[in-house]
């Protein structure tokens, strides 16, 4: 697709439960982020794709969090045993990886809302 | 470390009006990319601006205008004749040069345009 998609939209899910995000980047992005946006706050950062691996992991809030890459295009960020202040805005965004002259543009996609009840 | 300070939380304007929102970063790097996106109610965020610090000419697009001083590690964005559809949350961002690190973000502005 053109841009950065990302699937569901929306989730309710209980407490204790595990829940898949989805992220399908912008074809030919090699780089893929994944972001949390809490009710009221900024952006955190939470992990980052070059391909299929993933240098770097250091904003992952726990091990029930996880991610991976396969194939160098769609991601999925996995939430194990769910709780109600992993409710938030998971959004994902892409970007080429380009030479150091011409920046890191990175584009986002609308986002899921987890809602943990 | 880096980091991005949007002091102002939230900002409230009359339709028309010109609003400025303040973006100060911290950096060790001698060069880095600074942004603003625009995030609408839909929630995606939507790129405005990539600025290089070696350029520190201001920028110019339609209503909207950037004003990077480095000397003050300042990157602000001013809407003139503010309207409606520019309430958003507003996010300024820093990014080293690599194109290998995240981007930092700041917490955001919510901007409210009132008719």
């Known amino acids: 697709g053109a841009g950065v998609s990302q699937s569901p939209s929306n989730k309710v899910t209980e407490k204790g439960k595990d829940v898949e995000l989805r992220c399908d980047p912008i074809s030919g992005h090699t780089a893929l982020y994944w972001y949390r946006q809490s009710l009221g706050q900024g952006l955190e950062f939470l992990i980052y794709f070059q391909g299929n691996s993933a240098p770097d992991k250091s904003g992952l809030p726990s091990d029930r969090f996880s991610a991976e890459r396969t194939g160098g295009s769609v991601s999925t960020l996995t939430i194990q045993r769910t709780q109600q202040e992993d409710s938030a805005v998971y959004l994902c965004?892409?970007?080429?990886?380009?030479?150091?002259?011409?920046?890191?543009?990175?584009?986002f996609g609308e986002g899921s809302w987890l809602t943990v009840v | 470390a880096q980091k991005v300070t949007q002091a102002q939380t939230e900002i409230s304007v009359v339709e028309k009006e010109d609003v400025t929102l303040d973006c100060v970063y911290e950096?060790?790097?001698?060069?880095?990319?600074l942004f603003w996106y625009k995030q609408p109610p839909s929630g995606e965020l939507v790129f405005l601006i990539r600025r290089n610090s070696f350029d520190e000419q201001n920028e110019i697009s339609g209503r909207y205008s950037w004003n990077f001083q480095k000397s003050t590690s300042s990157f602000n964005f001013t809407i003139t004749a503010s309207q409606v559809v520019d309430s958003a949350v507003y996010f300024c961002a820093l990014s080293d040069v690599s194109g290998n690190t995240p981007l930092v973000f700041g917490k955001g502005t919510r901007l409210s345009v009132i008719a």
């Open positions: 950096t060790r790097d001698t060069t880095y990319y």
């Open positions: 965004a892409s970007s080429l990886i380009p030479a150091a002259s011409s920046g890191n543009t990175i584009y």
